[in-house]
Antibody, heavy 125, light 107 residues
Framework: QLQLQQSGPGLLKPSQTLSLTCAISGDSVFSNSASWNWIRQSPSRGLEWLGRTYYRSKWLHDYASSAEGRITINPDTSNNQFALQLNSMTPEDTAVYYC???????????????WGRGTLVTVSS | DIQMTQSPSSLSASVGDRVTITCRASQRILTYVNWYQQKVGKAPELLIYSASTLQSGVPSRFSGSGSGTDFTLTITRLQPEDFATYFCQQSYGTPRTFGQGTKVEAK
């Protein structure tokens, strides 16, 4: 069954590191027609793309400039999953975090067609 | 970054109405626009990709149009299950960016 299963804690204190995992079923983290993304959603920032990892003969990554320097997205090839780490969390990072597949359709079109259920992450002392 | 500006931010409509939502990109993006529907407590779901192609399983009352900078999502004959929030998203470049959403509420 094609799905993304998220796991990870939902409550953090300021300065702690967020670690979330997204397990892939029905596809491969090595897919050359997909990238594996983290997106968050909050009332103040809307839907915000954070970054992605993808395999094109080697592992590649792209990150949002707003998170650059404190974000890491890595594949876990042994378990067919990928993970998000976001350091130095603040209350402004409180949001629902989603993992999502960005799938290529045809030669050049991409869309987010598969999403995890979301994890509400609250940062509070 | 490419900015996606949606309008209106919310609208009230009745079952059977025709609803139109617009999205404007801050630069020309050909037809690299996708539309999503999101219901409360759920992840967004893909409705339309490449501006006008209906995702498999999406009812034909949904349609999309546009190219360049201006795009439209239309729902003909609004159904009760269509009350939700709708987002546009550009796939022209990285970072991927989304519109701020349009909430369709019952009148």
């Amino acid at each position: 069954q094609l799905q993304l299963q998220q796991s990870g804690p939902g409550l953090l204190k300021p300065s702690q590191t967020l670690s979330l995992t997204c397990a892939i079923s029905g596809d491969s983290v090595f897919s050359n027609s997909a990238s594996w993304n983290w997106i968050r959603q909050s009332p103040s920032r809307g839907l915000e793309w954070l970054g992605r990892t993808y395999y094109r003969s080697k592992w590649l990554h792209d990150y949002a400039s707003s998170a650059e320097g404190r974000i890491t997205i890595n594949p876990d090839t042994s378990n067919n999953q990928f993970a998000l780490q976001l350091n130095s969390m603040t209350p402004e990072d409180t949001a629902v975090y989603y993992c999502a597949r960005d799938q290529r359709a045809g030669p050049d079109f991409w869309y987010f067609d598969l999403w995890g259920r979301g994890t509400l992450v609250t940062v509070s002392s | 970054d490419i900015q996606m500006t949606q309008s209106p931010s919310s609208l009230s409509a009745s079952v059977g109405d025709r609803v139109t939502i617009t999205c404007r990109a801050s630069q020309r993006i050909l037809t690299y626009v996708n539309w999503y529907q999101q219901k409360v407590g759920k992840a967004p779901e893909l409705l339309i990709y490449s501006a006008s192609t209906l995702q498999s399983g999406v009812p034909s009352r949904f349609s999309g149009s546009g190219s360049g900078t201006d795009f439209t999502l239309t729902i003909t004959r609004l159904q009760p299950e269509d009350f939700a929030t709708y987002f546009c998203q550009q796939s022209y470049g990285t970072p991927r960016t989304f519109g701020q959403g349009t909430k369709v509420e019952a009148k």
